[in-house]
């Protein structure tokens, strides 16, 4: 079976400083990954996704960024946090074909103070 | 472009009532999918279904129920005596061509509350 694993669970952070959140996916090849903020007000804002190694496609300019080192690793970066950062962070999966169901991460609260 | 509208912010019911969540959708896509996702406190969202566009049959999962009409875009979910456990915020969303069909489109959320 797999699973979604994502860290760190809870983040604070000052602003202005940098920021690095791990998402590993275990259990299947070739996913789709994605992530996902959620600020107040529950909505869920697609901020990257990829279909594979080095393929990272962005909906939201910002001061984010996202990598894929590896087929089932995905990281979320900023070099400089600022205050509309804070949210939670989801991370997601999905099989490579298209119109799958996503699998989620249990999330990163991330408050920048 | 493709939209799904969850016009109930927050419902709130008491222990054992029946109750609906709405979602209405819009594509111009033949080919499409529809989800329900649930969010409990912890945050994790969960997957709960996935249909077709050609599927209009209905499901039902123990006290969970999904009614899918082509005829009014919309695909409703009904939980059947209500629980506690069922307090979350619960997602409708579509995946088409339109929108790219590896990033479905999420409604904002229906915050379900379930009083004991």
């Known amino acids: 079976s797999q699973t979604i694993h994502q860290w760190p669970a809870t983040l604070v952070q000052p602003v202005g400083s940098p920021l690095s959140l791990e998402c590993t996916v275990e259990?299947?090849?070739?996913?789709?990954l994605y992530w996902y903020r959620q600020a107040a007000g529950r909505g869920l804002q697609l901020l990257f996704y990829?279909?594979?190694?080095?393929?990272i496609s962005s909906e939201v300019p910002q001061n984010l960024s996202a990598s894929r080192p590896q087929d089932r690793q995905f990281i979320l970066s900023s070099k400089k946090l600022l205050l509309s950062d804070s949210g939670f962070y989801l991370c997601a999966w999905s099989f490579r074909d298209r119109y799958n169901e996503q699998f989620f991460g249990p999330g990163t609260r991330l408050t920048v103070l | 472009a493709q939209k799904v509208t969850q016009a109930q912010t927050e419902i709130s019911v008491v222990e054992k009532e029946d109750v609906t969540l709405d979602c209405v959708y819009e594509?111009?896509?033949?080919?499409?999918?529809l989800f329900w996702y649930k969010q409990p406190p912890s945050g994790e969202l969960v997957f709960l279904i996935r249909r077709n566009s050609f599927d209009e049959q209905n499901e039902i999962s123990g006290r969970y129920s999904w009614n899918f009409q082509k005829s009014t875009s919309s695909f409703n979910f009904t939980i059947t005596a209500s629980q506690v456990v069922d307090s979350a915020v619960y997602f409708c969303a579509l995946s088409g061509e339109a929108g790219g069909s590896y990033i479905p489109t999420f409604g904002r959320g229906t915050s379900l509350i379930v009083h004991p």
């Open positions: 594509t111009r896509d033949t080919t499409y999918y």
């Open positions: 259990g299947t090849s070739n996913p789709n």
């Open positions: 990829s279909v594979g190694i080095g393929q």
